[in-house]
């Protein structure tokens, strides 16, 4: 019994190292996937579900290193980044936010960390790998706490990424009080052309950009 008892423990030990192994290659391999680029382009569907509320929205995505994101939404809502600030813009309202990147607390902030010099084992502790649909993998951790500032209502962040490649092709962000939002990306593109007036916010007629409030 002692034998079978000690052959189990290397057999769990064994195990638990191949797959620390496997999550720090898939991790090596996701963040040289993504130095390596320069703008990246895809479509997305984002679903949001807590506060007793459900919601799906669709756009398209468009990164520039470093530090430019658009998100811009099938309904004209908007939210970009041009590397020191963040606006956010819904049709129909008098005013846009505006809030410095630093101090960003918005569910579209943590892919920041891939527009620029990404190391995904430095960005979420305890990272995980689980299976994912189509062959994917997901790798799950706990935002590092440069991730989220302010109240660091985020407790956990998965990316499903492709092995083969190392793209992502997935983001959830679970908050702790149980809400999430995840996004689904298709339709990639890599270093595809990208200007610095896509990030610029120009206000419709009438519109007043102000300054937002970080978050407490």
Do not use: C
């Amino acid at each position: 019994m002692r034998l079978i008892s000690r052959i189990a423990v290397l057999l769990a030990a064994s195990i638990t190292t191949a797959q620390a192994q496997d999550v720090h290659a898939l991790a090596s391999k996701v963040d040289d996937h993504y130095n390596h680029l320069t703008s990246l382009r895809a479509n997305y569907t984002e679903r949001y579900s807590g506060m007793g509320q459900q919601r799906t929205e669709t756009g398209t995505l468009l990164l520039r290193k470093p530090g430019r994101m658009r998100w811009s939404y099938s309904t004209g809502k908007l939210f970009v980044l041009d590397g020191k600030f963040g606006v956010s813009y819904t049709p129909g309202d008098p005013q846009a936010q505006r809030v410095p990147a630093k101090q960003l607390d918005d569910m579209r902030s943590p892919l920041r960390f891939l527009l620029g010099h990404t190391k995904l084992e430095k960005e979420l502790d305890h990272l995980q790998a689980t299976p994912a649909a189509n062959g994917a993998v997901t790798l799950a951790g706990t935002p590092h706490y440069e991730m989220t500032p302010g109240d660091q209502r985020v407790q956990k962040i998965a990316v499903t990424v492709i092995p083969a490649t190392g793209a992502i092709n997935g983001l959830r962000i679970e908050e702790i009080d149980g809400s999430f939002t995840e996004f689904v990306f298709r339709d990639l593109q890599e270093n595809v052309p990208a200007t610095d007036a896509d990030f610029r916010f120009t206000p419709p007629a009438g519109v007043t950009v102000i300054d937002g409030l970080p978050p407490a």
